[in-house]
C-alpha cells in the first residue's frame, strides 16, 4: 500500500467535510429564513436545531459505522459516506421547503461516517509511533477548510443562494470517483472482527472500550476538551461583537486566523513537539496552554490582544493529537474502528451540549439582570473544562505508571 498516497486521499475527505460546512456558514441561516418565512431571530432558532440534530445522529449512529468498519473495512464505510453527503447537499440544493432541509441533515448526519472511518484508516496504516502525528491531518484539514469555506460561500452565495451547496455536492462525489478507483482497503482481513449489535449504541460503545486500562480516563479528558472547544466556538462572534465592537469582517478576518495557525500548529508544530516531548508530555502541556489561552481570551482588555493569544494557543492543538494517538496504542487493531466511533459520539455530544451550554452562560452574563457583566464568561468555563481534562489526563497517566497488570502496557516516558 502506498500510505502517502493514501493519507493524502483521507486528507482529501476530511478537508472536503470541513469545506462543504464551510461553505455553508455564510448562507444557510439567511437560507432558512427565506424557506422558512421567519425573522432572523425564529431562524436563528432553526439553525441552533439544524446543527444539534445533525450532532445528535452523529453521536447516535457513529459507534454503528465504527463497528462495520472494523467488520467490513474502512473502504466501503468511507465511500458510502461520501456517496450519501453529496445526497445531502443536493437535497438541499432542491429543498423547496424546512422540513427538506431537516431530512438532508438527518440523512448526512446518519451516515456522515467520513471522520470515523477516516481516523481509523489513519490508525490502521500509521506505525504506533507515528499516530499522533498523523492525525493531525484531522486537524489540517480543519485548518484549511475553516480558511477558505467560508470566504468562498460568501463568494459563492452572492452569485445564487443555492450554488455552494451545489459545489459542495460536487466535492463529494468527485472524491467518491476518486477513492472508488484508487484507495486501497487499509483493514486487514485478519484484523477484523465480529460485528455485535452490543457496540453499535454510544454506551454500548463505551462499555466495550472500557475494558482497556487508560482509555476511560483519556476518553473523559478529550471529552472535557472538547467540551471547552464547543463552548468557545459557539459563542465566539457573540462575544468579539460584545466586547470590542467587531463586525463580520473583524471576525472573518480572526476566524481565518485561527483556521491558519490549526493547520500551522497540526501539520508543522506537532512535528516538532510530539518527538521531542512524546506523546505524553505534549497532551499534559497542550491542555494547560489551553486552559491559559481562553482564560486569557476572556480577560483581554482589546481586541488586539486575541492575536498574540491565538498564536500562544497554537501548542493547545497538539494535545488532541497526543490524546487521540495515546488512545489509539491501548486498543487492539482489530478495535480501532470501534474506539473512533465511540471517540466520533462524544465529539457529537459535546457538539449538542457545547452551543446551548456556552450561549446559555453568555446570555445571563449580559443580561440586564446579572450581577456582574461578563461577555468572555463562557471563555472561563471552557478555561475551567480544559483544567478538567489536565487534572484527568494527570491522574490517569499515575495510575498506568502504578499498575502492575496491564492489558497492554504503555510507555510512559514517550
Given at each position: 500500500?502506498?500510505?502517502?498516497?493514501?493519507?493524502?486521499?483521507?486528507?482529501?475527505?476530511?478537508?472536503?467535510?470541513?469545506?462543504?460546512?464551510?461553505?455553508?456558514?455564510?448562507?444557510?441561516?439567511?437560507?432558512?429564513?427565506?424557506?422558512?418565512?421567519?425573522?432572523?431571530?425564529?431562524?436563528?432558532?432553526?439553525?441552533?436545531?439544524?446543527?444539534?440534530l445533525?450532532?445528535?445522529?452523529?453521536?447516535?449512529?457513529?459507534?454503528?459505522?465504527?463497528?462495520?468498519?472494523?467488520?467490513?473495512?474502512?473502504?466501503?464505510?468511507?465511500?458510502?459516506?461520501?456517496?450519501?453527503?453529496?445526497?445531502?447537499?443536493?437535497?438541499?440544493?432542491?429543498?423547496?421547503?424546512?422540513?427538506?432541509?431537516?431530512?438532508?441533515?438527518?440523512?448526512?448526519?446518519?451516515?456522515?461516517?467520513?471522520?470515523?472511518?477516516?481516523?481509523?484508516?489513519?490508525?490502521?496504516?500509521?506505525?504506533?509511533?507515528?499516530?499522533?502525528q498523523?492525525?493531525?491531518?484531522?486537524?489540517?484539514?480543519?485548518?484549511?477548510?475553516?480558511?477558505?469555506?467560508?470566504?468562498?460561500?460568501?463568494?459563492?452565495?452572492?452569485?445564487d443562494?443555492?450554488?455552494?451547496?451545489?459545489?459542495?455536492?460536487?466535492?463529494?462525489?468527485?472524491?467518491?470517483?476518486?477513492g472508488?478507483?484508487?484507495?486501497?482497503?487499509?483493514?486487514?482481513?485478519?484484523?477484523?472482527?465480529?460485528?455485535s449489535?452490543?457496540?453499535?449504541?454510544?454506551?454500548?460503545?463505551?462499555?466495550?472500550?472500557?475494558k482497556?486500562?487508560i482509555v476511560?480516563?483519556?476518553?473523559?479528558?478529550?471529552?472535557?476538551?472538547?467540551?471547552?472547544?464547543?463552548?468557545?466556538n459557539?459563542?465566539?462572534?457573540?462575544f468579539?461583537?460584545a466586547?470590542?465592537?467587531?463586525?463580520?469582517?473583524?471576525?472573518?478576518?480572526?476566524?481565518?486566523?485561527?483556521?491558519?495557525?490549526?493547520?500551522?500548529?497540526?501539520?508543522?508544530?506537532?512535528?516538532l513537539?510530539?518527538?521531542?516531548l512524546?506523546?505524553?508530555?505534549?497532551?499534559?502541556?497542550?491542555?494547560?496552554?489551553?486552559?491559559?489561552?481562553?482564560?486569557?481570551?476572556?480577560?483581554?482588555?482589546?481586541?488586539?490582544?486575541i492575536?498574540?493569544?491565538m498564536?500562544?494557543?497554537?501548542?493547545?492543538?497538539?494535545?488532541?493529537?497526543?490524546?487521540?494517538?495515546?488512545?489509539?496504542?491501548?486498543?487492539?487493531?482489530?478495535?480501532?474502528?470501534?474506539?473512533?466511533?465511540?471517540?466520533?459520539?462524544?465529539?457529537?455530544?459535546?457538539?449538542?451540549?457545547?452551543p446551548v451550554?456556552?450561549?446559555?452562560?453568555?446570555?445571563?452574563?449580559?443580561?440586564?439582570?446579572?450581577?456582574?457583566?461578563?461577555?468572555?464568561?463562557?471563555?472561563?468555563?471552557?478555561?475551567?473544562?480544559?483544567?478538567?481534562?489536565?487534572?484527568?489526563?494527570?491522574?490517569?497517566?499515575?495510575?498506568?505508571?502504578?499498575?502492575?497488570?496491564?492489558?497492554?502496557?504503555?510507555?510512559?516516558?514517550?
Amino acid at each position: 500500500m502506498k500510505r502517502s498516497a493514501s493519507l493524502s486521499f483521507i486528507f482529501v475527505t476530511l478537508l472536503i467535510d470541513v469545506l462543504g460546512s464551510g461553505l455553508l456558514v455564510p448562507i444557510l441561516p439567511g437560507f432558512i429564513g427565506r424557506l422558512s418565512h421567519h425573522g432572523l431571530s425564529a431562524s436563528a432558532r432553526d439553525y441552533g436545531w439544524l446543527l444539534s440534530l445533525y450532532g445528535a445522529m452523529q453521536f447516535l449512529f457513529a459507534p454503528l459505522f465504527g463497528a462495520l468498519s472494523d467488520r467490513f473495512g474502512r473502504r466501503p464505510i468511507l465511500l458510502i459516506s461520501l456517496l450519501f453527503t453529496g445526497f445531502d447537499y443536493i437535497i438541499m440544493a432542491l429543498a423547496p421547503t424546512l422540513p427538506w432541509l431537516y431530512f438532508g441533515r438527518i440523512l448526512s448526519g446518519i451516515t456522515g461516517a467520513s471522520y470515523t472511518a477516516a481516523t481509523a484508516y489513519i490508525a490502521d496504516i500509521s506505525p504506533p509511533e507515528k499516530r499522533a502525528q498523523n492525525f493531525g491531518l484531522v486537524g489540517a484539514a480543519f485548518g484549511v477548510g475553516f480558511i477558505i469555506g467560508p470566504a468562498a460561500g460568501g463568494f459563492l452565495g452572492a452569485i445564487d443562494t443555492r450554488l455552494p451547496f451545489w459545489v459542495a455536492a460536487g466535492l463529494s462525489l468527485t472524491n467518491l470517483l476518486y477513492g472508488f478507483f484508487v484507495l486501497p482497503e487499509s483493514h486487514a482481513v485478519e484484523n477484523r472482527r465480529r460485528f455485535s449489535w452490543r457496540e453499535t449504541s454510544p454506551i454500548g460503545a463505551m462499555i466495550v472500550l472500557g475494558k482497556y486500562p487508560i482509555v476511560w480516563g483519556l476518553t473523559g479528558a478529550l471529552a472535557a476538551a472538547n467540551l471547552g472547544m464547543q463552548c468557545l466556538n459557539s459563542t465566539w462572534v457573540l462575544f468579539t461583537t460584545a466586547k470590542f465592537g467587531w463586525t463580520v469582517r473583524d471576525n472573518g478576518i480572526a476566524l481565518a486566523a485561527f483556521g491558519l495557525i490549526a493547520l500551522v500548529s497540526q501539520v508543522g508544530l506537532s512535528r516538532l513537539i510530539l518527538p521531542r516531548l512524546g506523546e505524553k508530555r505534549a497532551m499534559l502541556v497542550g491542555l494547560a496552554v489551553g486552559a491559559f489561552e481562553y482564560a486569557a481570551y476572556a480577560l483581554a482588555p482589546q481586541g488586539w490582544m486575541i492575536y498574540p493569544v491565538m498564536m500562544l494557543g497554537a501548542i493547545g492543538f497538539v494535545s488532541g493529537q497526543a490524546t487521540q494517538g495515546l488512545l489509539s496504542r491501548q486498543v487492539s487493531e482489530r478495535e480501532q474502528g470501534a474506539l473512533q466511533g465511540a471517540l466520533a459520539s462524544l465529539a457529537s455530544l459535546t457538539g449538542i451540549l457545547g452551543p446551548v451550554i456556552g450561549a446559555g452562560i453568555f446570555a445571563y452574563f449580559t443580561s440586564d439582570r446579572t450581577p456582574l457583566t461578563l461577555p468572555g464568561a463562557p471563555f472561563l468555563l471552557s478555561a475551567f473544562l480544559n483544567l478538567v481534562a489536565l487534572a484527568l489526563a494527570v491522574r490517569t497517566m499515575q495510575r498506568l505508571r502504578t499498575s502492575t497488570n496491564q492489558d497492554r502496557p504503555l510507555d510512559v516516558s514517550s
